[in-house]
C-alpha cells in the first residue's frame, strides 16, 4: 500500500511549511528580515510502463504509459528579496539601506558576516557597532566629544564640534552586493554569511554599482506580510489533513483486506 508513505511525505512536507510559515510570524517585527518560502517537488517515479515503450500486442507505441509517484520532498527554504518598508526612529546611527547591499560585519572569529539591520550602536571606545556588538567595515570611531552625528545618502559619518564651525567627516560606510543574495546563509541575529552559492561580494560606496543608499533616522521594517502568511498557514493546515485522511482511507483498506477470509 504505497498510499500510506506518499501521505506520509505529503504531511511532512505540509509540516515543513507550516514551521516556515511560523518562523516568518515570529520575525514580522525583526529589523530588516526577508520573508522565507518553502519549496517542494515529486519523488522519484516507478516506471510499471515506460511512455515510448512498444506494444507487444500490436507493436504500437504506448503515448503516456503507467508512472506512478511516490511523494514530495522539500527542495529549499529561498529567501524572497524584497526591501521592507521605512520605519522613522529619530536615532543618530540608525540607518536603512534604501535599495540593495548589505552592511558589512567582523564576527570575533575575524569572519566576515552581512546584514541589512541598520540599527547601530556605539561602544565604549567610541567605536560604532552592531546591537552584538560587532564591529562594523570600515572601522569608524566617534570621538567623545562630539556634539552630533550625521550621516548622508553616500554613507559618509560626520561629527558636529563645540569648537569647530565645520562638521568633520570620519569615515564612510560601504555596502556589499552579491550576485545571488539569495545564497547567503542565515546564522541568526540578522547575519548572513558568504557562500559560494551567493558569489563574491562586491564592496563599494552606498549608491554605486547599483547598491542602495542609507537614509539616517530610520529602520527597514520585515517584509513579512501577516495576511500573505496566515492564507498559506490555512492551505498549510488543509494539506496536512487531506494527506491525514489519505492515511486514514488506506488503512481501512488495509483492514478490510486482512479481514477478508
Known amino acids: 500500500m504505497r498510499a500510506l508513505s506518499i501521505a506520509a511525505t505529503g504531511m511532512s512536507a505540509q509540516q515543513t511549511r507550516v514551521e516556515v510559515i511560523s518562523n516568518n510570524l515570529a520575525n514580522m517585527s525583526t529589523t ?14 516507478q516506471q510499471a510502463t515506460r511512455p515510448g515503450t512498444i506494444n507487444a500486442t500490436d507493436g504500437t507505441v504506448i503515448p503516456a504509459g503507467v508512472q506512478l509517484g511516490l511523494g514530495v520532498r522539500p527542495t529549499a527554504v529561498s529567501m524572497t528579496i524584497q526591501q521592507g518598508s521605512s520605519r522613522a526612529t529619530g536615532g543618530d546611527l540608525d540607518v536603512a539601506i534604501e535599495g ?3 552592511l558589512e560585519v ?14 547601530l550602536k556605539r561602544s565604549g571606545e567610541g567605536q560604532i557597532v552592531t546591537s552584538d556588538g560587532y564591529p562594523v567595515v570600515p572601522d569608524i570611531t566617534i570621538p567623545d ?3 552630533s552625528i550625521s550621516i548622508n545618502a553616500a554613507g559618509e559619518v560626520y561629527a558636529d564640534f563645540d569648537d569647530q564651525i565645520q562638521p568633520q567627516l570620519l569615515g564612510q ?10 545564497g547567503l546563509e542565515a546564522i541568526g541575529s540578522n547575519l548572513f554569511l558568504e557562500t559560494p552559492a551567493s558569489g563574491t561580494p562586491l564592496t563599494t560606496a552606498p549608491g554605486e554599482d547599483g547598491l542602495g543608499t ?3 533616522g530610520y529602520l527597514e521594517e520585515s517584509s513579512v506580510d501577516p495576511v500573505k502568511e496566515i492564507t498559506e498557514l490555512i492551505e498549510a493546515q488543509r494539506g496536512y489533513e487531506l494527506n491525514a485522511k489519505v492515511i486514514s482511507a488506506a488503512d481501512q483498506i488495509l483492514g478490510a483486506t486482512v479481514q477478508i477470509r
Do not use: I, K
Not at 519549496?39 to 522519484?44: R, S, Y
Not at 567582523?106 to 540599527?119: I, N
Open 145 to 147: 566629544d562630539a556634539r
Open 32 to 45: 530588516g528580515y526577508n520573508a522565507r518560502r518553502a519549496e517542494f517537488a515529486d519523488l522519484h517515479y
Open 106 to 119: 567582523t564576527l570575533p572569529s575575524g569572519v566576515s558576516a552581512y546584514t541589512r539591520d541598520g540599527g
Open 214 to 216: 542609507l537614509r539616517q
Open 100 to 102: 540593495g547591499g548589505y
Open 173 to 182: 560606510f560601504t555596502l556589499a552586493g552579491f550576485p545571488n543574495a539569495m
